[in-house]
């Protein structure tokens, strides 16, 4: 018969990860607001999403790699992570990567040059023609594996595939400069070099998972197809009906094939821990109403993934 003395398990690991988290305690006992809908000043811009606050989670369907050679391969039954964004709170005509005019947020980047850290940056320059430096040093990848989160790099080269490059220069240019919780400032005292790069890789993936796209769909009868069109309210009203909220579409080929999904929220508290509260999309749709193409994968280009 066991007994509980018999069993023991050290309370002393080999080693130790560095943390990744921010320093919260300033936060507790403050007022509690969402993002873009605070009725005060908010004092402290570690503690809620100042800076960034209209916060979109945007997804990939892509249906091969370019790099499948390399074993670089797209998650079999998921879409793929395009990034965590920080548009700004207000509304303007702002062009988005769709190439037509929608009535939505403006969004900056590259808020801070000091961690800029994506080798092809791309605005190559700021409106006012100050050049953005291409970032020469290792690549962010490093960075991970410092931390030890071996375990963050594989789902990152699991889910978040680039298309005709190295994933790691896909997640180099989906940087948090802009995003006030991720601020250096927010990691003190004790702040490690890329803690915060790192802590918001982790957060990219978290709210990730928030969103299983594919199975919403296919729970509605929505599965990738060489043969059958989809109309739009079709697919927004699947992905509706399990978050409350439209998300936007994002279509090429002159609105017909689906490419893109971007989930809206204001968020409350930190964009690393805090509630993520969905929204509608600011942006109008960028695909037709009907005749929708939502294509399978190339043969080849999926992996089987788990969860």
Aim: proline fraction near 7%.
């Amino acid at each position: 018969m066991w007994c509980r003395s018999q069993v023991r398990v050290s309370s002393t690991l080999p080693f130790t990860l560095p943390s990744l988290y921010p320093n919260i305690e300033a936060c507790v006992g403050l007022p509690v607001q969402y993002s873009c809908e605070n009725t005060t000043v908010l004092t402290n811009s570690c503690c809620n999403v100042v800076k960034g606050g209209l916060v979109l989670q945007t997804q990939y369907w892509d249906t091969y790699t370019g790099q499948e050679k390399h074993g670089q391969l797209l998650p079999m039954g998921s879409w793929g992570i395009h990034g965590l964004w920080p548009d700004n709170c207000d509304r303007s005509i702002h062009r988005f990567l769709t190439l037509f005019l929608a009535y939505s947020s403006s969004y900056d980047q590259y808020c801070d040059l000091t961690r800029q850290y994506d080798p092809y940056p791309s605005p190559a320059a700021f409106p006012d023609g100050t050049v953005i430096p291409p970032y020469k040093g290792p690549s962010v990848r490093t960075f991970i594996e410092k931390f030890g989160r071996f375990d963050l790099l594989k789902y990152m080269d699991t889910f978040w595939i680039n298309q005709g490059a190295p994933n790691d220069q896909f997640w180099a240019h989906e940087h948090a400069t802009c995003t006030s919780t991720f601020d250096v400032a927010c990691y003190e005292p004790g702040y490690t070099e890329h803690q915060d790069v790192v802590n918001f890789f982790e957060t990219v993936t978290k709210v990730f998972q928030m969103y299983p796209t594919y199975n919403m769909l296919a729970a509605a009868g929505i599965l990738p197809s060489n043969t059958t069109t989809y109309s739009l309210a079709q697919i927004t009203s699947a992905l509706y009906s399990q978050t409350g909220a439209v998300p936007y579409l994002g279509c090429t080929s002159n609105g017909t094939v689906l490419d893109e999904v971007w989930y809206f929220h204001h968020v409350l508290g930190t964009e690393q821990y805090g509630h993520f509260k969905t929204l509608n999309s600011t942006t109008p749709s960028g695909c037709n109403t009907t005749g929708i193409w939502y294509y399978e994968r190339t043969p080849g280009s999926e992996s089987l993934v788990s969860y």
